[in-house]
């Protein structure tokens, strides 16, 4: 068991580590190895750093982690949940820790088709564990095409009556679990119904009747994640105190994924702040 699993190792995940490693504590980073620093071509506003690629940024905090000896895993996290600690699953494990700090940045926009945004909460949901619930026994589907999708539909699979992967276009990933679902790949046009979800109608006009959409594109986002969990989230953000807690106990959140000034330098600044605190909270129990 670790002290503090940290999900991300963008600038605020690997700024929270090296603070929690310098105070000894036993901490583990998981990533899936992105950041938006990747897609940055030169940073010229973070202090003491001649102009630099965000690749070349970003190697450098995966070194100074690694030169710390943190334990990095490359995995994807698809959810977090508590029973005596906190347990962060992954796809290809488990982990177990005491404190938990999310610093899995931004996330992306939601598929830009029509009726997502018009059906959200009458039969668009984005966390298949709140509310599969409401569709027992019902006809689902998940938008996806990675483990992540799979994740989700594994969850209703226990629910519901029948769960059909959507890929929108998009190749599914092959492995073993995705075999389990009946995977439609082709693109969608638009969810369509009256006051609740009825159908979704594709490109090449077929239709499907569905009373429940989850949309789990890509990677399990910060608000994926922090929502699964029962964190408060505002808007595209998790809310949290001065400290960067969350308001579920034990859990943190830094950087992008808090929201405000998107940049390097509140990254570093909020994982340190969350490291700090929870060094104050072990060292006190
Ligand atoms: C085009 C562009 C230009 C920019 N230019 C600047 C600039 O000039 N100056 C500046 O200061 N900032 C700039 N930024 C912003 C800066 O890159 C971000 O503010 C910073 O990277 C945020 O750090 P973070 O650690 O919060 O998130 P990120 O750096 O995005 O790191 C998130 C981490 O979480 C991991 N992760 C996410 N989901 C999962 C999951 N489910 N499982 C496992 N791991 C996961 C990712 O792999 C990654 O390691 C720019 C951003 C972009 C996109």
Do not use: W
């Amino acid at each position: 068991m670790y002290d503090v699993i940290v999900i991300g190792s963008g600038p605020a995940g690997i700024s929270a580590s090296i603070y929690l490693k310098r105070a000894q504590k036993n901490v583990c980073i998981i990533t899936d190895g992105n950041s938006a620093l990747k897609k940055t071509n030169k940073i010229e506003n973070y202090y003491g750093v001649e102009p630099i690629s965000g690749e070349e940024l970003y190697n450098i905090g995966i070194k100074q982690a690694k030169n710390l000896e943190i334990p990095i895993e490359k995995d994807e996290v698809t959810n977090i949940s508590f029973e005596k600690n906190f347990i962060v699953r992954t796809v290809n494990s488990e982990y177990e820790a005491r404190y938990v700090i999310i610093a899995t940045g931004t996330n992306r926009a939601a598929p830009k088709v029509k009726g997502i945004k018009e059906f959200e909460g009458k039969g668009i949901s984005y966390c298949a564990i709140c509310d599969g619930f409401f569709y027992k026994d019902k006809n689902v589907a998940v938008v996806g095409s990675g483990n992540y999708a799979i994740h989700e539909a594994e969850i209703l699979k226990l629910i519901t009556n029948s769960v059909t992967i959507l890929t929108n276009g998009q190749k599914m990933i092959e492995n073993r679990a995705a075999s389990d679902f009946e995977v439609d790949e082709t693109p969608i046009r638009e969810f369509r119904g009256d006051n609740v979800i009825k159908e979704v109608e594709f490109e090449n006009n077929s239709t499907r009747e569905i009373d429940g959409v989850f949309i789990a594109i890509g990677t399990a986002s910060s608000v994926d994640l922090a929502r699964k969990i029962g964190a408060v989230i505002k808007g595209n953000n998790i809310v949290t105190n001065e400290n960067m807690q969350t308001t579920v106990r034990g859990l943190y959140a830094c950087g992008d994924c808090t929201g405000g000034l998107l940049q390097v330098n509140k990254a570093v600044y909020e994982g340190a702040i969350a490291a700090l605190d929870i060094i104050k909270n072990i060292n006190l129990s």
